[in-house]
């Protein structure tokens, strides 16, 4: 069974770095094929996709969000991360990770505000 | 970027109705090399993370109920639920994982008439 869970610090500020964890089980991203990616979702409006990490450290990004992301993985513990730089309101969303591609597994996904 | 357009943006629906929504890409999501469309629905219901219900246009996840129908290729795509449940009213999102930056539609809400 896969799993995903993501975890995050909840609120930050405006210019501060957001990071964020994602603990996965039941899959390898040491093996051929397997990817993460991170998609965030304001409340009540659409899905945005962000980052994929893959097996092979592999990395894309959405170029929407100007070099502001960096997504990295510990295969080891079975983890990946995304920090987004500099944030402002209009980065207070769910920030869900999911099992790529499709996405056929999500998180529960992790609440961030960013607020003064 | 590949843009997603969904329509309806919202339908009201009374269960046992079939439903059918669309969603077209601004380029095609089908690959030559493997005949595949790399075209995704997922179904997010309140309070909920996105689920997976088709891949590859037509492909239904282990565990969807059959009334989930995928179609099309190319551009153009339907997902058609032949007899609407209570529990199918959720937002329907499509999604092209064709290429980077994957996108997703807008998304279809669906609600009780």
């Known amino acids: 069974q896969v799993t995903l869970k993501e975890s995050g610090p909840g609120i930050l500020q405006p210019s501060q770095t957001l990071s964020l964890t994602c603990t996965f089980s039941?899959?390898?991203?040491?093996?051929?094929?397997?990817?993460v990616g991170w998609i965030r979702q304001p409340s009540g409006k659409g899905l945005e996709w962000l980052a994929n990490?893959?097996?092979?450290?592999?990395?894309y990004y959405n170029p929407s969000l100007k070099n502001r992301l960096t997504i990295s993985k510990d295969t080891s513990n079975n983890q990946a991360f995304l920090k987004i730089t500099n944030v402002d309101t209009a980065d207070t969303a769910t920030y869900y990770c999911?099992?790529?591609?499709?996405?056929?597994?999500w998180g529960q996904g992790a609440s961030v505000t960013v607020s003064s | 970027d590949i843009v997603m357009t969904q329509t309806p943006s919202s339908q009201a629906v009374s269960a046992g109705e079939k439903v059918t929504m669309s969603c077209k890409s601004s380029q095609s999501l089908l690959y030559s090399e493997n005949k595949k469309n790399y075209l995704a629905w997922y179904q997010q219901k309140p309070g909920q993370s996105p689920k997976l219900l088709i891949s590859?246009?037509?492909t239904r996840e282990s565990g969807v109920p059959d009334r989930f129908i995928g179609s099309g290729s190319g551009t153009d795509f339907t997902l058609t639920i032949s007899s609407v449940q209570a529990e199918d009213l959720a937002v329907y999102y499509c999604?092209?994982?064709?290429?980077?930056?994957?996108?997703f539609g807008a998304g279809t809400k669906l609600e009780l008439k």
């Open positions: 990490i893959w097996w092979d450290d592999d990395k």
């Open positions: 999604e092209q994982y064709y290429d980077t930056p994957y996108t």
């Open positions: 590859w246009a037509s």
């Open positions: 039941g899959f390898s991203l040491s093996t051929y094929g397997m990817g």
């Open positions: 999911a099992r790529i591609c499709p996405m056929d597994a």
